[in-house]
């Protein structure tokens, strides 16, 4: 190969021999379909997909499957989305996109955002695009929400009212997945999602704010959220709560090409022991975030980054968070470092913030204070290229 490491939409060459230049060859990164740009005898020449992380290149041909190397991807650019004002968001001041630089806290403005919003939350990258897409409330009163997009190339932003959206029928989920296409989590009846009403997960047209059914699930939940996209298996993954008791959890697994879910059922979860995040890394690998003793997880007590086994619900330790915590969310992975990224709140009293980044090759984390962080000027959410 003619790199080891790249970034999104960069071109690599596969260099053999007695490659066909008519054949339907497939090349694979980590699990991600690439778009394959030319090919002679000698070589292919293929650009690094949309979606895809560090991990194997599998080459595809005749339904033989073969890995020939391995690449690391660079996604090294963290954005926060910071409000000012109100504590809740819920005002007409200043928000903001900027971009964080993770070994200082400091941070840089990429684009204000000229809304009034109640809620901007589930934000998601597309890197085929190079912007930021989040769930926007328009009103307090739950009767219509928009994706708000903002192309970080020139700071611009755009709503994009989503169809179908009442007091009863809301999103309240985003993923992106394979070749860029954006799924919601949607649901219907009681606007906390706790009724027996159907809930779907859904193909959102980002031009119009249409949308398709991809699959209807068959859960009474009274939540399903931390979604997070497999793309080695095109299924979408989330924590799914079985009960109203906080007694057991599971992961919901939706498999996009059929529409199919499964639940599979969380080892060692209990009314104080539980969990409140999800992540994928390299190679496919499923972490969460888990805490140990009151259920909003403002002990002293344990808390933990474990790697899920997918198939079974069961949890290997990968770090141990020497932290007190009111708050540690908006988790996003690093492929280029391996590393863990979330939002950590230092005190109860929404006056300092830090990034919480955990190395998952050793289990070492750090805490960089974030800058410019006050009652009144707070981040809600993180996202990584």
Same mark, same amino acid.
């Given at each position: 190969?003619?790199?080891?490491?790249?970034?999104?939409?960069?071109?690599?060459?596969?260099?053999?021999?007695?490659?066909?230049s008519?054949?339907? /060859?497939?090349?694979?990164?980590?699990?991600?379909?690439g778009?394959?740009?030319?090919? !002679?005898?000698?070589?292919?020449?293929?650009?690094?997909?949309?979606?895809?992380?560090?991990?194997?290149? *599998?080459?595809?041909?005749? +339904?033989?499957?073969?890995? #020939?190397?391995?690449?690391?991807?660079?996604?090294?650019?963290l954005?926060?989305?910071?409000?000012?004002?109100?504590?809740?968001? %819920?005002?007409?001041?200043?928000?903001?996109?900027v971009?964080?630089?993770?070994?200082?806290?400091?941070?840089?403005?990429?684009?204000?955002?000229?809304?009034?919003? !109640?809620?901007?939350?589930?934000? *998601?990258f597309?890197?085929?695009?190079?912007?930021? #897409?989040?769930?926007?409330?328009? %009103? +307090?009163?739950? *009767?219509?929400?928009?994706?708000?997009?903002?192309?970080?190339?020139?700071?611009?932003?755009? @709503?994009?009212?989503?169809?179908?959206?009442?007091?009863?029928?809301?999103?309240?989920?985003? =993923?992106?997945?394979?070749?860029?296409?954006?799924?919601?989590?949607? /649901?219907?009846?009681?606007?906390?999602?706790?009724?027996?009403?159907?809930?779907?997960? *859904?193909?959102?047209?980002?031009s119009?704010?249409?949308?398709q059914?991809?699959?209807? &699930?068959?859960?009474?939940? @009274?939540?399903?959220?931390?979604?997070?996209?497999?793309?080695?298996?095109?299924?979408?993954?989330?924590?799914?709560?079985?009960?109203?008791?906080?007694?057991?959890?599971?992961?919901?697994?939706v498999? $996009?090409?059929?529409?199919?879910?499964?639940?599979?059922?969380?080892?060692?979860?209990s009314?104080?022991?539980?969990?409140?995040? &999800?992540i994928?890394?390299?190679?496919?690998?499923l972490?969460?975030y888990? /805490?140990?003793g009151?259920?909003?997880?403002?002990?002293?007590?344990?808390?933990?980054?474990?790697?899920?086994?997918k198939?079974?619900?069961?949890?290997?330790? =990968?770090?141990?968070?020497?932290?007190?915590?009111?708050?540690?969310?908006?988790?996003?992975?690093?492929?280029?470092?391996?590393?863990?990224?979330?939002?950590?709140?230092?005190?109860?009293?929404?006056?300092?913030?830090?990034l919480?980044?955990?190395?998952?090759?050793?289990?070492?984390?750090? !805490?960089? +204070? $974030?800058?410019?962080?006050?009652?009144?000027?707070?981040?809600?959410?993180?996202?990584?290229?």
């Amino acid at each position: 190969m003619s790199s080891s490491t790249g970034n999104i939409g960069d071109e690599i060459t596969i260099n053999g021999q007695n490659f066909n230049s008519n054949g339907n /060859y497939i090349i694979q990164f980590n699990g991600v379909n690439g778009v394959i740009t030319e090919i !002679t005898s000698t070589a292919i020449k293929v650009q690094i997909p949309s979606g895809a992380t560090s991990g194997d290149i *599998v080459l595809v041909y005749n +339904d033989i499957s073969t890995v #020939i190397g391995s690449i690391t991807i660079n996604l090294n650019n963290l954005y926060g989305y910071k409000y000012f004002g109100n504590p809740s968001g %819920d005002s007409s001041e200043q928000k903001q996109i900027v971009e964080i630089d993770k070994s200082n806290g400091t941070s840089q403005l990429v684009a204000s955002l000229n809304v009034n919003s !109640t809620y901007f939350e589930n934000i *998601v990258f597309d890197s085929s695009s190079n912007k930021i #897409i989040g769930l926007y409330d328009v %009103d +307090d009163n739950n *009767v219509s929400q928009s994706l708000l997009i903002i192309d970080l190339n020139n700071g611009n932003s755009q @709503t994009v009212d989503l169809n179908n959206v009442s007091e009863n029928s809301r999103y309240s989920g985003l =993923v992106v997945g394979n070749n860029s296409k954006i799924y919601g989590y949607k /649901y219907y009846g009681n606007p906390s999602g706790n009724s027996s009403e159907q809930k779907q997960i *859904v193909e959102i047209d980002k031009s119009n704010g249409t949308s398709q059914l991809v699959a209807t &699930l068959n859960i009474n939940s @009274t939540y399903f959220g931390n979604l997070v996209f497999d793309s080695s298996s095109n299924k979408i993954i989330g924590l799914y709560d079985v009960d109203d008791n906080n007694v057991s959890q599971s992961l919901l697994i939706v498999d $996009l090409n059929n529409g199919n879910s499964q639940t599979v059922h969380l080892n060692n979860v209990s009314e104080n022991s539980r969990y409140s995040g &999800l992540i994928v890394g390299n190679n496919s690998k499923l972490y969460g975030y888990k /805490y140990y003793g009151t259920p909003s997880g403002d002990s002293s007590e344990q808390k933990q980054i474990v790697e899920i086994d997918k198939s079974n619900g069961t949890s290997q330790l =990968v770090a141990t968070l020497n932290v007190i915590s009111t708050y540690f969310g908006n988790l996003v992975f690093d492929s280029s470092s391996n590393k863990i990224i979330g939002l950590y709140d230092v005190d109860d009293n929404n006056v300092s913030q830090s990034l919480l980044i955990v190395d998952l090759n050793n289990g070492n984390s750090q !805490t960089v +204070d $974030l800058n410019n962080v006050s009652e009144n000027s707070r981040y809600s959410g993180l996202i990584n290229e």
